[in-house]
């Protein structure tokens, strides 16, 4: 049946890992040869910036902006993980800029600086898979995951020990996973792009790749996440690269789409969010953000390019969709979003759960939530987004095979053109936000926010958002039977969009209106001190304490047409 | 030069054989007409449209040979004609075809719509050419050829100038290489859709001011026509996204300029013989070509009465086209409106 789930878990996971030779992994290849890789980025990179300033002035102008947005960082936003030398390091490019400049100094110079900025970046930035510690993660987590799962069965942690409920039964794995062991089996190259909501994203998504039998993937985090010593243990070890939201210079920039390019030119899976940052809103994402995206089309070109004839390396789009009862940094992420659309000022994001302690009771209380999670795989697509087939070719619009070489033609000639490339990435963009739109679960907690929130703005329709969101705890409540008729008739509406193929829903949605309901309530933002929604015992109502994080749950509906079911 | 592959031109209509010719000048060209019978006639009469074939221009009936010999293609057939164009187009195109058609109407689904003054249409039921082509096939490398391109001034080899309206330097550098020459003069845009849309949009002018022209109600008040029937193309475009800038261009301004003031445009000719007395379907049965401009008075207002823009001038077109309301008393009621402010779209 379209749209719906099998009650019963038709698939047993972990699955068998599909390269069961650790040297087939591209990670592990790539761990081995290091230096060699480090040495083609650089070069990568240096290609890109030279092509693009290539008198002595326009290197001089790349480096001292370069040098300018790296000493107001280093003033403004020191983090205790960077490096002791930093302030020498930028000083002593401060000099050479000087002296290079007095001396009127040939081109060559000049590329040397910048060849030693790019190093450093280059070394900060990649990482170092470690088997052992791979191998021990994946055994650990699982145990780790089913202990808190069990724990919170009643939150009683002499529970601890049992052993009742595994990850498996909580976090629900969707979507034809079949195609992407297939298509790693062949030799595709897979990256993998999910939406973003939490800072466990990662770990999750991290999870799902291993217990659908991939190998790791290249992965790149933020560099505040490594400043928590464990995770920065396992993260280094795992495949994760580093990256650093605050250094914004171009040079850098290059240097991280370099890399990215560079392993995926290698045949390197690979894992990124492309809307960049966690959903503000709280809303599947619309806009993704382009840098990363466009190291795909560029190394699917760069291959292409390399054997204009023949066979060649190709790289499959994988979107995933996560779908959560309860976000934990929905009062800050919501908080944000609110400032940003409501007074358009520049916000500095803030790293409420980047020390050990702080991400490890982050965890521990994000599983201990116990509330279902829904992870969806969907179909795998060409770097254009076009579907394709189960051996792997690309489709037309009439489900006819097409050659992808031809998408980078012209006269009939294999060409590199970056302007040509960006369109592409847009195009891929857009796929992809099709794709999360497309591939999304409905759970029951998303509908009933949805229609509370929706039923709240039309009651008091005279009023704006902000008033809305300030109404005194007295008018925060719903009639159970009113709420009940909205969500009757957003259900039907889900179900329509599922028949058609459109959509996804989890199995609760299958029941009884006043079940989905109380199931939706329960699992709604759990565990958060505030309720979004609540019923209330006394009088059967449903009431809310904080109308903004309703906002945040509901949102997760936006954008998808559903207002008018309301 | 003889090495490179042709450029196509699909459709033989009076603008799509001054595009072969010019394109003729720089390159081999493959002319394509729907019908064998028209092909032979072209061929053996050296013509088509009523102007003699360049030399280089070589006809044929097959979309195959056009997909397999040619990477450019510029298609410029009648909007009505355009998806089933594509239907049979398509299965031959790859994705290393460049498309750049020269079509000024607009597709509505369902196909058989009847439009009326009330009617609504949302965006989506809507598609430029551009966007039929992206839907319908697999190229992705498109653009448009639009502005003051007389086809018959251009066959009298006069000078002229457009725009291609494409997101990809490759087509609007590929395009400008085929059809630059000292008479023709290439400008390129990255706004496919405000160069589209300006280029349909503003035959609805070229109707009225046909209309004016022919009641000889003088320059003054055709000249009011245009500028306030341009500001409600503008604020329509604005509703649908489109920087105004595209209005502002060759292929807004400058087509109007030409569109308007000729009697070689047939969306100005309607306007004329309706203000003559004539009705719509006698004129239109006795035009050999189409005039999208017709359509497109329909399509422009049911758009704007589903996004509630006032557009009282192109409502008025509307009515005296398909209502018969009398051209004099319409004309006149332009008078009575009351506007408030003069540029209020920028």
């Not at chain 1, 030279?50 to 947005?69: C, F, G, P, V, W």
């Not at chain 2, 594509?86 to 079509?103: M, N, Q, V, W």
Request: hydrophobic letters at 40%; a neutral charge.
């Amino acid at each position: 049946m379209a749209g719906t789930e099998p009650q019963v878990a038709a698939r047993r996971f972990p699955l068998e890992q599909v390269l069961r030779n650790l040297k087939d992994w591209p990670l592990y290849r790539l761990s081995k040869d290091r230096e060699r890789f480090l040495h083609q980025v650089m070069e990568e990179a240096q290609r890109e910036l030279l092509s693009e300033h290539r008198s002595s002035s326009a290197l001089q102008a790349l480096l001292a902006n370069s040098l300018y947005h790296e000493k107001i960082r280093l003033t403004r936003k020191p983090w205790s993980v960077d490096p002791p030398d930093e302030k020498k390091f930028w000083a002593f490019v401060a000099s050479e800029l000087t002296r290079l400049e007095q001396e009127n100094a040939p081109q060559a110079d000049w590329i040397a600086l910048l060849h030693k900025i790019l190093e450093r970046y280059g070394r900060e930035i990649q990482g170092n898979f470690h088997n052992p510690t791979y191998q021990f993660a994946r055994q650990f987590l699982p145990i780790a995951f089913n202990r808190l799962l069990n724990a919170s069965g009643n939150r009683n942690f002499s529970r601890v020990f049992g052993n009742r409920l595994g990850i498996h039964d909580r976090v629900h794995l969707d979507g034809d996973v079949e195609r992407l062991r297939k298509i790693v089996r062949d030799g595709g190259t897979v990256v993998m792009v999910p939406t973003h909501f939490s800072n466990l994203d990662s770990i999750l998504v991290g999870y799902a790749i291993d217990a659908i039998g991939l190998p790791p993937f290249l992965y790149g985090a933020g560099l505040n996440l490594f400043s928590a010593r464990i995770l920065a243990f396992f993260m280094n070890r795992l495949g994760a690269y580093k990256v650093d939201r605050r250094k914004k210079n171009r040079i850098y920039l290059q240097a991280l789409k370099a890399y990215s390019t560079t392993a995926l030119e290698e045949g390197c899976h690979s894992l990124f969010f492309p809307g960049g940052t966690r959903s503000r809103s709280g809303a599947v994402e619309k806009q993704l953000k382009l840098g990363l995206l466009s190291t795909v089309v560029e190394a699917q070109r760069r291959q292409l390019l390399r054997n204009p004839q023949g066979p060649f390396q190709k790289i499959y789009i994988a979107p995933v969709v996560i779908s959560y009862n309860f976000v934990l940094e929905a009062p800050a992420l919501i908080k944000d979003h609110l400032q940003e659309i409501g007074r358009e000022r520049f916000f500095v994001e803030q790293d409420r759960y980047s020390s050990s302690g702080r991400i490890a009771r982050f965890i521990l209380r994000f599983f201990t939530a116990g509330s279902d999670i829904r992870i969806r795989f969907g179909d795998p697509m060409d770097i254009l987004g076009n579907p394709v087939d189960a051996a792997g070719n690309s489709l037309d619009p009439s489900g006819k095979p097409v050659p992808l070489a031809a998408y980078f033609q012209h006269n009939g000639v294999l060409r590199e053109d970056f302007q040509r490339d960006f369109e592409y990435t847009k195009i891929l963009a857009d796929k992809v936000v099709h794709a999360f739109h497309r591939y999304n679960t409905v759970m029951a907690s998303h509908v009933v926010a949805f229609a509370a929130f929706r039923l709240m703005l039309k009651r008091h329709a005279d009023l704006d958002l902000y008033q809305v969101l300030r109404l005194p705890e007295e008018d925060r409540w719903w009639d159970w039977a009113a709420l009940a008729e909205a969500v009757t008739r957003l259900v039907q509406e889900v179900k329509a969009r599922c028949d058609q193929g459109e959509l996804y829903r989890e199995p609760v949605l299958d029941q009884p209106t006043d079940a989905i309901l109380k199931h939706g309530i329960r699992n709604l933002g759990i565990y958060h001190d505030k309720r979004a929604l609540k019923i209330e015992k006394r009088s059967g109502k449903v009431a809310s304490d904080d109308l903004r994080l309703l906002l945040f749950y509901h949102n997760r509906m936006d954008g998808f047409g559903f207002e008018h079911h309301v | 030069m003889s090495e490179q592959a042709p450029v196509a031109v699909v459709g033989a209509g009076s603008f799509g054989t001054a595009v072969a010719n010019l394109l003729a000048e720089n390159n081999n060209v493959l002319l394509y007409s729907r019908l064998p019978e028209r092909v032979e006639l072209m061929e053996s009469s050296r013509s088509s449209a009523g102007q003699p074939l360049h030399e280089r221009v070589a006809v044929t009936h097959s979309l195959k040979e056009i997909a397999n010999r040619c990477f450019l293609i510029f298609p410029i057939v009648p909007s009505e004609h355009f998806s089933g164009m594509l239907a049979e187009l398509s299965p031959y195109l790859r994705p290393d075809h460049f498309l750049i058609h020269g079509t000024k109407g607009l597709h509505v689904e369902p196909a058989n719509l009847q439009l009326g003054l009330e009617s609504r249409l949302k965006r989506h039921q809507v598609l430029t050419m551009s966007e039929l082509i992206l839907r319908e096939t697999v190229v992705l490398r498109v653009g448009c050829l639009h502005g003051p391109n007389l086809a018959s001034e251009i066959a009298q080899g006069l000078p002229a100038a457009t725009v291609i309206g494409s997101r990809f330097d490759e087509v609007i550098n590929e395009g400008k290489q085929a059809l630059r020459s000292n008479r023709f003069q290439v400008y390129g845009s990255y706004d496919v859709m405000g160069i589209e849309l300006a280029g349909v949009l503003k035959n609805i002018l070229a109707i009225g001011s046909g209309m004016v022209r022919g009641l000889a109600l003088g320059e003054n008040a055709r000249a009011l026509l245009m500028t306030r029937g341009l500001s409600e193309l503008i604020h329509l475009g604005k509703t649908l996204h489109i920087d105004p800038r595209a209005f502002l261009g060759l292929a807004g301004i400058g087509d109007i300029i030409a569109t308007c003031s000729s009697p070689h445009s047939r969306n100005y000719t309607v306007g004329f013989r309706l203000a003559k007395g004539e009705t719509l379907p006698q004129i239109l049965d006795s035009m050999e070509e189409v005039a999208e401009g017709v359509h497109t008075v329909q399509v422009a207002l049911a758009l704007a009465n589903e996004e509630g823009v006032s557009m009282p001038i192109i409502g008025m077109l509307h009515r005296i086209l398909f209502e018969d309301a009398p051209v004099t008393e319409s004309l006149q009621r332009l008078m009575s409106y009351r506007i408030n402010r003069d540029v209020d779209f920028i």
